[in-house]
């Protein structure tokens, strides 16, 4: 994971000595504040913008599954990239130079690398290169590259387009204050803290780290052994926020970041809900294994110098989930 510097590219890890090993996740600095508004450039066009994700992300998986589930794939194609990070950061292999199956390749600009995608958007771009990208295939440009705003955009913004089912609304107004709370909670502790533990530098920032999390998933288990989803009975963002940290604990979490108190495995309720979300049609097919093991484990090699990558653990995402006696209908799409 480096970083461009006045548009050069680093082959830097994350700087924590300055936060006394504490790992500090930086700002996305482009922004989807203008897609789709009546005075903006960025107007809703079928086959217009591109989305760049790695299978392996959890934050580039959010947006993958609302590109799925809304039916966006007619109007917004994808480019996966390499689940192995080297010196020039997350790479766009083509599928016959690609370390796993389901890479792409750059299919619109034929590029190599995310950074030269940063860099053509911004000549003098300082900050990490991360994904997801959401990308106009118009100006040539970034439009955003934070999670938690692209999946919005692909809530409703592209509504009006055919195919896209306007029915399914993961952000209803009625519940947005619950969804903004939950949102914050699991952000916090949840999504940033297993990272918080895994790239630590110190014993104290690590267990700070370790101690928020395990602290969250306590609760989270509790919260969700009263109400099936996590802002009532409504599938709603906040849980596909979450989902993507849960589906990768056990397989990664656990041992590579030091997250091993509980697997998700050992709680009654957020098992169960992990198995739930997991098993409505399509989530599946956006979630691989594979690429996050491999990425996981021989990406970082200051933390698994090895490079070796598990062959465990068995998971078994299919059995049924017994969760049908909360408050809540199955969410049907």
């Known amino acids: 994971m480096g970083l461009l510097v006045d548009g050069v590219w680093r082959d830097e890890w994350y700087e924590t000595k300055k936060n006394s090993g504490r790992f500090v996740r930086e700002a996305a600095q482009f922004r989807c504040d203008a897609i ?16 760049y994700i790695s299978l392996a992300c959890p934050w580039a998986h959010r947006t993958l599954i609302f590109h799925k589930l809304k039916g966006l794939d007619r109007h917004i194609d994808v480019s996966v990239v390499d689940p ?13 130079d690609a370390t796993a199956e389901g890479v792409t390749g750059d299919r619109v600009n034929g590029f190599s690398y995310m950074h030269q995608v ?13 994904v997801p990208v959401l990308y106009d295939k118009k100006s040539q440009q970034i439009v955003c590259n934070e999670s938690s705003e692209i999946i919005r955009v692909f809530n409703s913004t592209f509504d009006s387009l055919e195919g896209v089912d306007a029915s399914i609304d993961f952000y209803p107004e009625e519940l947005r204050e619950e969804i903004d709370r939950v949102n914050a909670f699991v952000y916090e502790n949840v999504n940033n803290g297993v990272y918080r533990a895994g790239f630590a530098t110190t014993q104290e920032a690590y267990e700070e780290g370790y101690t928020a999390l395990f602290d969250a998933l306590d609760q989270l288990d509790v919260d969700l052994g009263k109400r099936r989803y996590l802002a009532g009975s409504r599938l709603t963002e906040a849980d596909w926020r979450l989902f993507t940290t849960l589906v990768r604990f056990d397989a990664v ?3 590579h970041f030091k997250c091993n108190k509980k697997r998700i495995a050992d709680y009654e309720n957020l098992s169960g809900y992990l198995r739930e979300l997991y098993q409505i049609a ?17 990406s970082h090699t200051m933390i698994n110098a090895t490079g070796v990558v598990p062959a465990g653990p068995e998971l078994d995402l299919d059995r049924p989930h017994g969760r049908e006696h909360l408050e809540g209908e199955a969410w049907r799409g």
């Open 36 to 51: 789709g508004k009546s005075d903006s450039e960025f107007g809703v066009e079928s086959g217009r913008y591109h989305l």
């Open 84 to 96: 192995l990070m080297g010196e020039h950061g997350w790479e766009l292999r083509t599928p016959e």
């Open 118 to 130: 940063y860099t053509q958007s911004k000549a003098n771009y300082t900050g990490r290169v991360t």
């Open 253 to 255: 979490y656990v041992g």
């Open 282 to 298: 399509g989530v599946a097919e956006t979630t691989d294994f594979k690429h996050i093991k491999d990425h996981y484990y021989r």
